[in-house]
């Protein structure tokens, strides 16, 4: 029985469907045109979200579009509770990489990594992609948000920041 399944057509479709989920979505994919609503230009700071006991709360806006970034970009890889997946994804609660400095937060951000990262005694090898195609205001808000949640209490990264961080880079 086993393996007349093996060989079936089933298996084989079953194989490249794997491969082809695998290859087309990777662990977060991005579009170079993506425009998401968190590239709009926001006019307000501040932005009211309403919590499990329905009293109304006035939280910076790279909170709000900082975890619908997150959503879409990372939780697959950091999941939500930002502790990664052992031996792949690194942590991303309680982190110096995250908490600590800006500039270095960023370059993992904007131009990934592919070299293995120690966090807290454990070596993490799967490769962090680029998202240096999201626009300046997208990466600040992200990174304010990783910077601000999960245990994590680190000061914001500003749109400026992000965008002196790439001239300076880019010389």
Same mark, same amino acid.
């Given at each position: 029985m086993i393996?007349? =399944?093996l060989?079936?057509?089933s298996w084989v479709r079953f194989f490249f469907t794997v491969i082809i989920t695998i290859y087309s979505g990777g662990c977060n994919s991005i579009k170079k045109d993506d425009k998401s609503e968190s590239q709009e230009v926001l006019k307000d700071t501040r932005a009211k979200t309403v919590s499990?006991?329905?009293k109304e709360i006035d939280l910076p806006i790279y909170m709000v579009q900082g975890e619908k970034l997150y959503t879409q970009h990372c939780l697959t890889c950091h999941q939500s509770n930002g502790k990664g997946v052992s031996g792949l994804?690194?942590?991303?609660n309680n982190t110096e990489y995250v908490t600590g400095e800006k500039d270095r937060l960023l370059k993992i951000?904007?131009?990934g990594s592919n070299v293995g990262l120690v966090v807290k005694g454990s070596t993490y090898s799967n490769a962090m992609p680029a =998202?240096?195609?999201l626009s300046d205001l997208q990466i600040a808000n992200i990174t304010s948000y990783i910077r601000s949640s999960f245990g994590n209490n680190a000061e914001a990264i500003t749109e400026e920041e992000v965008s002196a961080y790439r001239a300076n880079k880019n010389n």
């Open positions: 393996a007349h =399944f060989i079936s057509r499990d006991s329905e994804n690194p942590p991303i951000i904007i131009y =998202f240096g195609a």
